[in-house]
Nanobody, 128 residues
Framework: QVRPVESGGGSVQSGESLRLSCSAS????????MAWFRQAPGKEREGVAALDIDGSTTYADSVKERFVVSQDIAKTTLFLQMNGLKLEDTAIYYC??????????????????????WGQGTQVTVSS
């Protein structure tokens, strides 16, 4: 059973950093492409960063050079390091897992339709 569980959200000021974590079984990270999505109030869910089963990463233009997605297989955790946070980064952040043994290209990696399993989300609030 693939059940991503997010943690690490909170309230920070603009310019600060935050790290989100997503826990799942070790087999999940070996077999599933993983990604972070977010949804701000009144907006559609958008892909933020993805880590494919082949090890490649994809980032939304809005977070490039600020966010880093990584994983610690030993601890079965996916991370999203968020630096230089902006007001517009305020959203609920979701961890998602794709389909077994399916590698996603850069056009698919941030598309929610390619992900089957979702966590409950964690709130990130950035204030000035």
């Amino acid at each position: 059973q693939v059940r991503p569980v997010e943690s690490g959200g909170g309230s920070v000021q603009s310019g600060e950093s935050l790290r989100l974590s997503c826990s799942a079984s070790s087999s999940t990270y070996r077999r599933y492409s993983m990604a972070w999505f977010r949804q701000a109030p009144g907006k559609e869910r958008e892909g933020v960063a993805a880590l494919d089963i082949d090890g490649s990463t994809t980032y939304a233009d809005s977070v490039k050079e600020r966010f880093v997605v990584s994983q610690d297989i030993a601890k079965t955790t996916l991370f999203l390091q968020m630096n230089g946070l902006k007001l517009e980064d305020t959203a609920i952040y979701y961890c998602a897992a794709g389909r077994p043994n399916q590698s996603l290209n850069r056009f698919q990696a941030l598309d929610a339709e390619w992900y089957n399993y979702w966590g409950q989300g964690t709130q990130v609030t950035v204030s000035s």
